[in-house]
């Protein structure tokens, strides 16, 4: 079983930052997917940025091109998303995610782990 725990959330002004953190609770290997969803109020989760652990890609979703970062500390354990020039819209619930097999998906309920979340308000 894997246990996922965010940080890094909080309260920023349009234009600010933030660093969000997951700690993986266990070794994730080379044939998975670990990835940053969100989900605002009334909104569906949409998937934000994926790394896949074997080959190091990472996606992201056009909203968080140019503007988002996902790396990842495998030694670790820990993957992080750092969020540049935030707007209102970012404003959202952020997940963090891993899925066990050959690829990354964009769909939730493909996945198989999540964290809690942790809030970001941009106002």
């Known amino acids: 079983h894997v246990q996922l725990v965010e940080s890094g959330g909080g309260s920023v002004q349009t234009g600010g930052s933030l660093r969000l953190s997951c700690a993986v609770s266990s070794y994730i290997g080379d044939s998975a997917c670990m990835g940053w969803f969100r989900q605002a109020p009334g909104i569906n989760r949409e998937w934000v940025a994926t790394?896949?652990?074997?080959?190091?890609?990472?996606y992201y979703h056009y909203f968080a091109q140019g503007r988002f970062t996902l790396s990842r500390d495998g030694a670790r354990n820990i993957l992080y998303l750092d969020m540049n020039s935030l707007t209102p819209a970012d404003t959202a619930m952020y997940f963090c995610?891993?899925?066990?097999?050959?690829?990354?998906?964009?769909?939730?309920?493909?996945?198989?782990?999540w964290g809690q979340g942790t809030q970001v308000t941009v106002s």
């Open positions: 790394v896949y652990t074997g080959s190091g890609s990472t």
């Open positions: 995610a891993v899925r066990f097999a050959d690829g990354c998906s964009t769909t939730p309920s493909s996945w198989n782990y």
